[in-house]
């Protein structure tokens, strides 16, 4: 187990607004008032419409507490609150998960990086033998709060997975500290989670086939996958206005998280031959590389900033072929390399600048 103070640091920082936005319209949704439930939060209904502000660990355990007193005939509220929380909750990071190559990628950078999601819970994820164990960790966290936490990390994990597969993770076993709840609360853990869970038992952990972990990602959820395009097209027209055609290819250039196309791949989407297309965006004044310099370039400086991802990662995530030509490609942008410009910006470096990282999953 972690401990007192690493576990602290682990999840008592600074998380996105869209956290309490997720729990009040989950009490509002049962009929629970506004009022109590962002009472002693410290937190107005003016900011839950802010899409960047932010909240300490210690006003959404306070708002946590609020559901619970203003609903406690609901014991599925935490089960049901993690479902809530889908890849494009949680902006840029989100996209930084979809677009990782496999769902052990997903696993390294999502554990690497927690204090970018909202979670209260700290974990440890290894492998043993041929599975993978992934164990929470909740006895930090104040005791009648704990079990609604402990369901909501836990069903947001698995509502990410099953996200980022486009099908539900097979767990093996799924083991719960809790005592045997009611029956109906038990087919409640078993439809999250897929398999009945055992309870009473030593840890909160789950099990399942290393070999998941190897299993490319294919951004199936076309929904989320849609609005993963959506939030990074509105930063990139945030920089530049775009109309016509140039509009048309820099919104596929966004469209699959992971896979950027070469011109060759969107002209036969668009039914048209490359040499026309070229055409038609020389008329309006921009070439095909320049769209394709300006996408990579704004999703390099918002994943530095927001998701923390290594070189390595970014190259990967926006199509170059190895970490050289990303480098390469970032001082022409800026004229400096990008271990350069993240120190002069103040940004996180990232684990190393040539892409090598700790991986919780061996390969």
Not at 108 to 127: A, C, D, I, P, Y
Not at 183 to 195: N, P
Request: with cysteine; aromatic share 6%; proline share 5%.
């Amino acid at each position: 187990m972690p401990s007192r103070a690493s576990a602290k640091n682990q999840w008592d920082f600074r998380r996105g607004i869209a956290t309490a936005r997720v729990l009040v319209q989950l009490g509002c949704d049962h009929g629970a008032s506004l009022d109590a439930l962002l009472a002693g939060t410290q937190i107005t209904p003016a900011q839950l419409e802010q899409s960047e502000g932010e909240i300490e660990a210690s006003q959404e355990i306070q708002l946590i507490r609020n559901l619970l007193q203003a609903l406690p005939h609901i014991p599925t509220l935490g089960l049901q609150a993690g479902t809530r929380y889908h890849i494009t909750t949680y902006g840029l990071w989100g996209y930084a998960l979809l677009s990782s190559p496999t769902l052990g990628d997903a696993f390294s950078m999502g554990s690497r990086m927690l204090n970018q999601t909202f979670s209260l819970t700290t974990h440890k994820v290894e492998q043993v033998g041929s599975q993978v164990q992934i164990t929470s960790f909740s006895e930090h966290l104040p005791e009648d709060i704990r079990q609604f936490v402990l369901d909501r990390d836990r069903s947001a994990a698995i509502t990410l997975q099953r996200e980022l597969l486009g099908k539900p993770v097979p767990y093996n076993i799924v083991m719960m500290q809790r005592a045997e709840p009611s029956a109906e609360l038990a087919d409640a853990y078993t439809q999250v989670f897929g398999i009945r869970p055992l309870f009473g038992q030593t840890h909160d952990r789950s099990l399942l086939d290393a070999a998941v972990m190897h299993a490319p990602l294919p951004q199936a959820n076309e929904h989320t996958a849609q609005m993963c395009e959506a939030m990074c097209r509105k930063l990139v027209e945030a920089r530049s206005i775009r109309s016509g055609m140039a509009d048309t290819v820099r919104n596929r250039l966004l469209r699959t998280p992971g896979h950027i196309p070469d011109m060759e791949e969107i002209a036969a989407e668009m039914r048209v031959t490359s040499r026309t297309l070229r055409r038609h965006l020389t008329a309006e004044g921009v070439t095909f590389r320049s769209l394709l310099e300006e996408v990579r370039s704004t999703l390099t400086e918002e994943l530095m900033a927001t998701a923390d991802l290594t070189h390595g990662e970014i190259a990967t995530r926006l199509g170059y072929a190895d970490v050289t030509t990303f480098i390469e490609a970032f001082r022409r942008w800026k004229g400096m390399p990008p271990s350069a410009f993240r120190r002069e910006q103040g940004l996180a470096r990232g684990v190393t600048g040539r892409g090598i990282r700790r991986r919780f999953i061996p390969r």
